[in-house]
């Protein structure tokens, strides 16, 4: 059974870390491609402009680079923000729960007086089980929608 688990585990650590040094690759061979462009990129401005403006061009092609990966990077940062946002209303949501209520409390209390434990042991466990698929089930969509398509 554990053998299981462990060779499970096992092939996904692998299938990561190859993933990852790939990817890793990738980004070095990108980094090299750009420091390729940009160095042509000095070259050619160097050959025709001068030291100055090449200089100011390499900056310039920088700073667009700096843009786009703050501006990727506030992105993903604002995404964030609104998943977690959404979890959390999600989570209110849920949060009301009906055992909280202390008359329903009371209620159940005085029925397992009247009736007494052992006959609802079963009662207790269906509902149990029916409550944890209710809770499993919260912020699944339903599957038909509730307006008709047209």
């Known amino acids: ?3 299981r688990i462990i060779d499970g585990i096992s092939a996904s650590t692998g299938t990561t870390v190859r ?4 990817a890793a690759g990738a980004a070095l061979a990108l980094f090299i491609t750009t420091c390729f462009l940009c160095a042509a990129a000095f ?29 990727s990077y506030w992105g ?16 209110a949501k849920a949060a009301p729960s009906m055992l909280a209520d202390p008359m329903l409390i009371a209620t159940g209390l005085q029925i397992v007086r009247a009736i007494g434990v052992k006959r609802l042991l079963p009662i207790l466990a269906i509902g149990g089980v029916a409550l944890g698929i209710m809770a499993s089930r919260v912020g699944v969509p339903d599957e038909a929608p509730a307006e008709p398509a047209e």
């Open 1 to 3: 059974m554990f053998q």
């Open 19 to 22: 993933l990852t040094s790939l």
């Open 76 to 91: 993903y940062k604002r995404e964030i923000r609104t998943r977690a946002r959404i979890a959390a209303e999600r989570a």
């Open 43 to 71: 070259i050619s401005v160097l050959d025709k402009y001068g030291p100055v403006q090449a200089c100011l061009a390499g900056a310039g092609i920088f700073f667009l680079l700096t843009l786009a990966a703050a501006g």
